[in-house]
């Protein structure tokens, strides 16, 4: 039992490094490639990391495989949260990543299915890759494939039509292989979800379309694993997990404050910014 415990705590101690590995390169790459959506990035940080370390069946030496679990990130201006996991996993190149920003990348402010390995969909006109999942989740269930698909929305994203319409869908064809996250960090652009459009009662909503809901800190990496290893949460019910985060976890003047949605820090908050993630004070 003893030896059980320090291996589970050896692993969640790697999980954080490499969530922490995860954020210092998508701030070198973002300030490198001259622009891009740090905070976005950094509210999932911790879920991806844990996703694809610890929970997906996929394996970037056979990325088509039938069987592998899918990943959609249908918030997808968080693109570069995603290319750095798929370079820690080996779908590409560590040296890919300093192509983006730059003329001629494959990289670009979305994800593109076509030309990056490990990605399922190519998103980032919001509310698309929520349902382009469900239709995943439903061709394995017709197919009879044991692989699951996983989605993560933004919040913001959830004021979409098309979200709610796949949401009533998915429990109707008892899709208990679909696991939908949110990254409920309450910032939408350059305001408050409540000052826009609040979502409230958000799990409430989830479990009335049928659901099966379960709320976690969306930077915690034991709580993630734990709930991920969970799913799916009940027989012949998709599974929804909303994650509570901080927009710009781990950089203190973006956390909560919406004015860095798109914004690329000065001088003097680079180097308060590098000190924070463990990076060199030059980018």
Request: proline share 5%.
């Amino acid at each position: 039992m003893q030896f059980e415990l320090n291996d589970a705590m050896c692993e969640m101690s790697e999980l954080t490094q490499k969530a922490r590995q995860l954020k210092q390169t998508i701030f070198t790459v973002i300030c490198r490639g001259g622009g891009g959506h740090i905070p976005a990035c950094f509210s999932v940080a911790e879920i991806l990391t844990v996703l694809y370390h610890r929970i997906l069946n996929v394996n970037p030496r056979n990325p088509k495989d039938p069987d592998r679990d899918r990943f959609i990130l249908s918030k997808g201006h968080a693109a570069v949260a995603l290319y750095a996991v798929l370079a820690q996993k080996g779908f590409i190149e560590e040296s890919l990543l300093a192509t983006y920003g730059h003329s001629g990348t494959v990289l670009g402010g979305h994800p593109d299915m076509y030309k990056v390995p490990g990605v399922e969909a190519s998103t980032g006109a919001l509310g698309h890759g929520f349902p382009f999942g469900v239709g995943m989740a439903l061709a394995g269930k017709l197919d009879g494939r044991p692989y699951r698909t996983f989605v993560l929305l933004g919040d913001g994203e959830c004021q979409e039509g098309s979200v709610w319409e796949a949401a009533l869908f998915a429990p109707q064809q008892k899709l208990d292989n679909l696991v939908a996250i949110v990254d409920y960090n309450k910032l939408q652009a350059l305001d408050r979800l409540e000052n826009i459009v609040s979502l409230e009662p958000l799990a409430d909503k989830w479990r009335s379309f049928g659901w099966a809901v379960r709320e976690v800190d969306g930077h915690d990496i034991g709580q993630l694993a734990e709930t991920f290893m969970a799913v799916p949460f009940a027989k012949d019910q998709p599974s929804m997990v909303i994650a509570h985060t901080i927009k710009g976890k781990g950089i203190s003047f973006m956390e909560n404050v919406p004015i860095w949605h798109y914004r690329m820090p000065n001088e003097q908050e680079m180097k308060i910014a590098c000190a924070e993630l463990g990076l060199a004070a030059q980018i």
